[in-house]
T-cell receptor, first 110, second 111 residues
Framework: GQSLEQPSEVTAVEGAIVQINCTYQ??????LSWYQQHDGGAPTFLSY????GLEETGRFSSFLSRSDSYGYLLLQELQMKDSASYFC???????????FGKGTKLSVIP | EAGVTQSPTHLIKTRGQQATLRCSPI?????VYWYQQALGLGLQFLLW???????NRGNFPPRFSGRQFPNYSSELNVNALELEDSALYLC??????????FGQGTRLTVV
């Protein structure tokens, strides 16, 4: 089976940097994804790490360390619109469905 | 290009009834995934269909079932509804790569 742990809530100031951590215990781990979900909205894909290291997409970066079963999402230059829930999700080799963490609610304050 | 579409947006049923939820994937995507998101919880994997076949199912009772049609659209059926089935049901499609595209979901309320 697979399980992922992430903090339930994080608060950060507009313009700052925030890191959301995710640790996982999975069998047949293939990669780690990150999704953003605004209240009442659909989850949208942010980033994927199939290999160890850092992936950068604009203001968002994601990191994976397979040896530590750990990853994080880094959001820079925070904007008010970044207030949302962020989910890490793992996929297994040969099975493409995602297993999600419970999500981290990010609140960006002025 | 149209995204993943789900219908209905909202559905209210009474306990014991059956609910049918529908999903149309992005054109060209053959895989459809169903997830349940109960209030305050993460997304729980329900079912995965690909090329008309059920490929995998999550830890849900058999009263959760579905099917995929030749045009790759999909239907989720929930029989003998219980109060705890109240949740947002999300459908996602994928071209079998690392990114899943989600619909806006169906909010099912069981009263």
């Amino acid at each position: 089976g697979q399980s992922l742990e992430q903090p339930s809530e994080v608060t950060a100031v507009e313009g700052a940097i925030v890191q959301i951590n995710c640790t996982y215990q999975t069998s047949g781990f293939y990669g780690l994804s990150w999704y953003q979900q605004h209240d009442g909205g659909a989850p949208t894909f942010l980033s994927y790490n199939g290999l160890d290291g850092l992936e950068e997409t604009g203001r968002f970066s994601s990191f994976l360390s397979r040896s530590d079963s750990y990853g994080y999402l880094l959001l820079q230059e925070l904007q008010m619109k970044d207030s949302a829930s962020y989910f890490c999700a793992s996929s297994g080799a040969g099975s493409y469905q995602l297993t999600f963490g419970k999500g981290t609610k990010l609140s960006v304050i002025p | 290009e149209a995204g993943v579409t789900q219908s209905p947006t909202h559905l209210i049923k009474t306990r014991g009834q059956q609910a049918t939820l529908r999903c149309s994937p992005i054109s060209g995507h053959t895989s459809v995934y169903w997830y349940q998101q109960a209030l305050g919880l993460g997304l729980q994997f329900l079912l995965w269909y690909d090329e008309g076949e059920e490929r995998n199912r999550g830890n849900f009772p058999p009263r959760f079932s579905g099917r995929q049609f030749p045009n790759y659209s999909s239907e989720l059926n929930v029989n003998a509804l219980e109060l705890e089935d109240s949740a947002l049901y999300l459908c996602a499609s994928s071209p079998l790569n690392t990114e899943a595209f989600f619909g806006q979901g169906t909010r099912l309320t069981v009263v």
